[in-house]
C-alpha cells in the first residue's frame, strides 16, 4: 500500500511518492535481481511452489489483517519482529554465517525499536527512523522474493498473485479500509511494513507487499524469459506500481485531505501484470525451470531432460 | 509448496509413532518429487535423509530399532498365532524387548512357514493378494499381503526411486521376471505408474523376444535375474548387438549370485554403468539392501533390523566370519504375513569393525551376499568354500559360461566340480584347472554333456514362459 500522510499540494505530494516509490522499487527489484542471479538459497529435499500455494498465500494474507488488528500492538511488533527475523535470517545466512546474521539481525532490530521510542520527535528523527525501516524492510523483501522465486514460482504464478491482491486491495483498502486504520494504528511502532521516507510535514512510504510483488514480477520475468522479458516488467512496474499510483490521486482528486491515504497500488499494478503475462506467455512460450535457467547461466543443474518414453511395443506374443 | 511439507510431516510422524502410513499421502510425495526434478533438475539439500532416515548415529539408529522391535513384537503378540505362541514359550514380554534381547527369541525358518502359513496372517487384516516364493531352493511358501502392504510398497519404492534419479518420467521399465512372482511384478508396475515411467512385463520369455524390447522397444531400466541377464548378454553378442543399439541407463538384478565377469560383461553390451544388484527376498519385503560400490550390501534401516547370525553358535557373526541374514520387518511396513526373526539362508561376510569407507558408510552392511546356507562346502581343514567363489570361477572362464551351470561336492576331502563341455570349451580341463587354482579353488573337475547342463544347477531363467512364437508352445499344438 502507498500512504501519504498530511495535504499538500497534490502535485508536489504526487511527485515525491513518485519518486519514493522508484527509489524504494528500484532498489529491491535491482537488490532481489542480483541476489537471484549470485545466492543460491538452500531448498528442501522436496517440493517446489505451485497454484495451490498461490491460493493459501491469498488466503494467509486476507486472514493477516484482522490478525493484526485484534491484536495488541506489542504482539503485532512480536509477530513482525518473528517474521522479518525469519526472512533476514532465510536470505543472508548463505552471506553472512549464523552469528553474522543474528548480529545483524539484532542490530537492525535494535536500533529500530530504539529509534521508534527516542527520535520521533524531528525530521530529522523520522528520517533515520524511515532509514532504518527501509533497510528491514528492502532486504527483507528481497530475500523473500527469492525464497519463492528460487522454491520454483513461476511468473504464471506471480500474475495470478498480482490479480488476487488487486482484489484484495479493492476490498480491504476501498470498501473495507482495513489496511488504512492499520498503518495509521501502527505507524511509528518498530519494524512498520513499509518502506519510505519524510519530507517536510509529510510522509511517503510504499507497502512491504507491493515491494514484494513488484521485485517478484520483474525478477520472475527474467527468470522465465531472460533480459528482454525483465525490461517489459520494469516499465509496468514504473507505469503502473509507481506513476500511476503516485499520480490517480492528482489525476482523479479523490482523496480526502482530512484523512491518511491509502492508494490501493496493486489494484491497478494487479491486472496490467496479469495481462503482460499472458502477452509474454504468447510471445515467448513455455517459462524456463530453474533447472533451465540455471544451465542458461552455466550453473550446476543440468536441465531435466523430459523426454517422452516412446509407446511401448507389444511383446511378441 | 506448502502442502508438500505438510505431506513430508505425515510421513515422519507416522514413522516416527509406529502407526499406518497413508499410501496416498506417500503416493503424493512422488508427484512432489516428479514437480520438483521437472522445476531443478534435482532434489533439494537433504533429500537422502527423506529416505534413508537421520540413521548416521547409532545411538539414534539403536534406539529407532529397540522402539521398532517392540511395536512390531507387541503387535504380533497380539495378531499373529506363531508368534503368540512363540513369544510365550520363549517367555518373551514383547513391551521390553529390545535389540540384545531378541536373540531369546529363536529364529523363524522357511520351515515354519511352509507347515503352518495361516498361524503366521494377522487376525486384523484382511488378506488381499498371494504370492508365492519361487521355490528355486525347495518347496515354495506362500505369503499373503493386505491391500494396504501393495499399496505402500512401491509408493515407497517410487518415492526412493525418483529421489534417487533410478526412474522418472521418460524411463520404460522392461521386467524379466517370472510372471508368476506375484509381489515383483505388482510392485514394479505400480511404482512405474506413480513415477510416471513406462513398465513392460515381459516374463522369462525367449531372449531374442527380450531383446527385441530392449532394442527396438527402447526400454531404460531392465529388471531381470542374473541368469537371465547372462542369456541375454549371450544371445546379444550372437546377435552382434552392442551397446549403441539400447537405450539402457539402468540395469537391475536380483534373487541370484552376480558375478563380477557377467557384470562386466552386461554393462559393455548393453552401454550401462554399472549393474544394480539390490537384495530382496519375498517373504522379508519390504527389507531390502543396497550394493554400493565397493560391492558391500548395505542393508535398510528404516522399514527393520538385519541381523548377521553366526551359522554355528546362532549369535552375531564376529568380524570376518561367515553368518545368515535373519530379518526382521518393522510394523507398519510389514502387515499381514509378518515375520520376527526370519532366517533367510542366505549368507554374508561380517566386515571389520570401522571398515566402511564407501559413499553408503553411514548404512551398516555386510560384504555381498555369497550364496545359500546348504549350499556351502566345507573342506576338511575348516576352509568353506561358499557359492559365489565357485560362480565367480566359473563365469570368469574364457568360454563365458553363462549363466553357470554346475555341480558342487566334497568327495574325499575335495571339491568335485561337474560342469557341462561348453564351460571349459576350447580352454582344456587342465588348463581349466589352473584357472580354479588360481581362483583360490582346488577342485576336481568332471565334464559331462552339454545336455545335462541344466539339471546341474537350476536358476531362475529356467521357469521359461512360451509364447505363441516359440517353438515350445507349438509342441502338441
Known sequence: MSASIFPIPMWEQSLTLFCVILAG?????????????????????????NTRDVVILLIFIGILPFVYGWLPDPFVTCVLAVTFASALYIGYRPLLGSVGIWLAIGLLFGLNIWSSHYVMGTIPGWQLWYTEQSIVVGLSAIAVCNLYLQGGMKLRHVAWLSLGLAAYDILFASYYPLTGRLIARYITHPLTPVMGMRFGEVDYAVGLGDLLVYSLFFVAAYKAYGARAARIAAVVIVVMGGFATAFIPFLFNFTNANLDILIPAQSLFGPVAFVTYLWMKRHYGRERTMAEYLASQGGTAAAPQVEQAPAPQPASI | ???????????????????????????RLVDDVLATLAEFGEPGTDATELIDGPMADPAARHEVANRSLRRTARRLAAQSPFYARRFTSANIDPAKIDVAGIRAIPVTVKADLMERPGDFRCTDVPAYLATRTTGTTGRPAEVWLSRYEVELWPALGALAS?????????????VNLSSRGAVAMQLSATSCRLAGAGYRPLGIVPPEVALDGLAEGGATILLTVPSYLGELVVAARRAGLGANDFRLRRLVVGGEVLSASLAQAATRTFGVQHVDDPYSMTEVVPVTGRACSQAHQHHDLNVGLTELIDLDTGEPAAPGALGTLVITPYFPYRDCTPVFRYDTRDVARCLPDGSLRCELAGIPATSQILGKADQLL?????????????????????AEPWPARYRAAICDGRIRLTLPASAIAGYGEAEAGRHFAAAGLDVDLEIVGNDQAASLRRTRSDMHETTFGSQHALVGA
Open chain 1, 25 to 49: 522499487t528500484t532498489l529491491v527489484c535491482a537488490g532481489a535481481l542480483a541476489y537471484f542471479r549470485r545466492v543460491r538459497m538452500e531448498r528442501p529435499p522436496v517440493g517446489t511452489f
Open chain 2, 1 to 27: 509448496m506448502f502442502e508438500t511439507g505438510v505431506r513430508q510431516f505425515r510421513l515422519a510422524l507416522g514413522m516416527t509413532q509406529g502407526r499406518r502410513l497413508n499410501p496416498g499421502n506417500v503416493a
Open chain 2, 162 to 174: 525418483v529421489l534417487r534419479g533410478e526412474m522418472g518420467p521418460g524411463d520404460l521399465m522392461q
Open chain 2, 378 to 398: 566345507y573342506l576338511p581343514g575348516g576352509e568353506v568354500v561358499t557359492p559365489r567363489q565357485l560362480i565367480e570361477a566359473i563365469e570368469s572362464l574364457p
